[in-house]
């Protein structure tokens, strides 16, 4: 496997024991919820929502009981913040979860929209799933597969080893995929490829050098090269829509957000146009290890002003 460098690797990333859906009431939130639940059932992790308001007189949490009831989950938590994405990051972190949010995928807004969802990923220590425009929130079959995003450089391969540690964990099967712009074939054979996306070379040669290079026992991991004349975003919704059990993975240095991910500023082009929830694993500086808080089991304020609500048993 590739050797470490200044940013922490891959398998560095954590693994979850819950998965919190953030809610504000409205349909657009609410389309985390499906996926929120099938990644639960794959990892085999405990299912929570939960809401955020800056004054107790704006929290509703009759709005998470009836998510709750309605859609077999786990526990809820509610938290009193002007700041939505600390709050969403804290409450993840008290429980020890992954965050599920939808997202539109583009721009900067109000709501669980635009910045929110970049700061999370900033801030998370644990992989974040985004719920895009496009996904497909009623698909609700086993996922089965991760398929991951590279770029074609060490860094886009950072991510790798991260997901070959979920796959064989989880029992997934695993996927490398590496979008390539079309382009004539170089007069001499050692002039790199005049391409905007893509490895340089032989990107067939790469891909099997790629595989061969992750392969470990028990692991069920191939690679895959797909061309697209425009952009590796376009290229990957093409594929994942024969891959309805399937997730898609993505890298990105957590300290910049979805800004800087697989290949320039394409993250947001990526969450807009798939087909399936992406999840980003968040990579940081060396330095210390995660803070680890103990997960509450009583209702109650603590420091950062939240208020967490017992863990309940699947209703229904």
């Known amino acids: 496997m590739p050797e470490p460098s200044s940013l922490q690797t891959a398998a560095a990333v954590s693994k979850p024991l819950n998965v919190v859906i953030p809610l504000d009431g409205s349909r657009h939130a609410d389309r985390g919820i499906t996926p929120g639940k099938r990644i639960g059932a794959a990892l085999h992790l405990g299912i929570g929502v939960m809401t955020v308001a800056s004054h107790p007189v704006d929290l509703d949490e009759s709005m998470l009981d009836e998510a709750v009831a309605d859609e077999h989950l786990d526990w809820s938590a509610t938290s009193l913040s002007t700041r939505v994405p600390d709050a969403i990051v804290e409450v993840a972190r008290e429980h020890d979860a992954m965050v599920c949010m939808a997202t539109h995928g583009h721009g900067r807004s109000v709501g669980l929209i635009g910045s929110i969802p970049e700061d999370v990923v900033r801030q998370s220590t644990m992989p974040v799933l985004f719920v895009g425009p496009a996904a ?105 829509r024969a891959r309805s059990d399937a997730i898609l993975i993505v890298g990105t240095h957590s300290r910049t957000g979805m800004s800087r991910l697989v290949h320039g500023s394409v993250a947001s082009n990526i969450v807009a146009e798939a087909p399936t929830p992406v999840l980003m694993f968040p990579f940081h500086r060396s330095g210390p290890g995660r803070r680890v808080v103990d997960r509450p089991h009583h209702r109650g304020h603590d420091h950062a002003g939240t208020m967490t609500r017992p863990d309940r048993s699947p209703s229904g």
Do not use: K, N
């Not at 995003?149 to 886009?156: L, V």
């Not at 007069?187 to 490829?193: K, V, W």
């Not at 490895?199 to 697209?228: I, K, N, Q, W």
């Open 136 to 240: 497909d929130v009623y698909e609700d079959q086993p996922i089965r597969e991760l398929v991951v995003a590279i770029s074609g450089d060490e860094p886009g391969e950072r991510v790798c080893e991260a997901a070959v540690d979920w796959a064989v964990g989880y029992g997934l099967r695993l996927r490398f995929v590496i979008v390539v712009q079309p382009t004539p074939e170089p007069f001499d054979p050692s002039t790199p490829s005049d391409r905007w996306f893509g490895p340089d070379g032989d990107e067939h040669a790469y891909m099997t050098d790629l595989v061969r290079r992750f392969e470990a026992p028990g692991l069920d991991l191939d690679g895959v090269v797909v061309y697209d004349p425009v952009s590796p975003a376009g290229g990957l919704a093409q594929m994942m």
